[in-house]
């Protein structure tokens, strides 16, 4: 009997699950999902900082970061956490009206909600009260989400111009014209300008609201931005401040 009861122990110890360590926080300009763009890297215009959590809070850990233009985050999709799964989603890229299989897809519906975005290393600043903090361009990630770990982007390894694009890049890439009226652009921190254009013209809408005459609201660097859509010309209608919403 001993030999079994090793074997059980050893079984049991495989299975065991491994609880991981936030090691990070992203802070951004998106306080909710809605304008979040759709993959890092589409507006490079936006700019975020990562500050680590004390434990990981040691000059030592970033050492040689510096010589990297890009880097990889782990994180947790923190708004999408669900007990239970779905083998397939429906992509906002095939208008909502198909299903592809979830594997297949950035969905964050997925049986772990992790996230992968490659980001441009803008700056490691070592003078704040919460240095080492990350200074990056073009993420995706809403303001306070996990980062479980970070990895340097390597070209000769991460690059692949050959690669296919699945579904994807059988879908045309659709832009807006974005009009800012000077009366609500004046609202705007003039640092955050060509970000929100960025952000704006990638249409955030979902592919089933077509309604020209629908005014929507997307939070963004403390403000509330109301829009309109007609005939592919985004115009801003409205600059508010920024009210958290009910819905999560």
Not at 143 to 152: A, C, E, Q, V, W
Request: hydrophobic share 40%; glycine share 6%.
């Amino acid at each position: 009997m001993a030999p079994f009861t090793f074997y059980k122990i050893v079984e049991k110890k495989m299975e065991s699950v491994y609880e991981m360590k936030k090691i990070a926080v992203m802070h951004s300009d998106f306080k909710e999902k809605f304008g979040i763009p759709r993959q890092s890297g589409l507006v490079e215009e936006l700019e975020s900082y990562i500050v680590f959590e004390p434990e990981y809070r040691v000059r030592e850990a970033v050492k040689g970061m510096e010589d990297f233009s890009h880097i990889w985050l782990l994180w947790e999709f923190s708004q999408a956490i669900r007990e239970n799964w779905s083998p397939t989603v429906r992509p906002p890229r095939l208008g909502g009206n198909e299903r592809m299989g979830v594997f297949a897809t950035r969905s964050p519906f997925r049986p772990n909600p992790v996230g992968l975005s490659c980001v441009k290393l803008e700056k490691i600043d070592l003078e704040s009260k919460e240095a080492p903090v990350l200074i990056v361009s073009g993420a995706d990630l809403m303001d306070g989400t996990p980062i479980y770990d970070i990895k340097p982007y390597l070209p000769a390894a991460d690059c692949h111009p050959e690669a296919l694009g699945g579904f994807v890049a059988k879908v045309e890439q659709h832009f807006l014209k974005v009009e800012i009226p000077e009366e609500w652009k004046a609202k705007i921190p003039e640092d955050k300008i060509s970000a929100l254009e960025g952000v704006l013209k990638e249409d955030q809408r979902p592919a089933y609201q077509k309604d020209p005459e629908r005014i929507y609201g997307m939070p963004f660097a403390g403000m509330d931005v109301h829009f309109q859509v007609k005939e592919g010309i985004l115009t801003v209608c409205g600059i508010t401040e920024y009210k958290k919403s009910d819905k999560i």
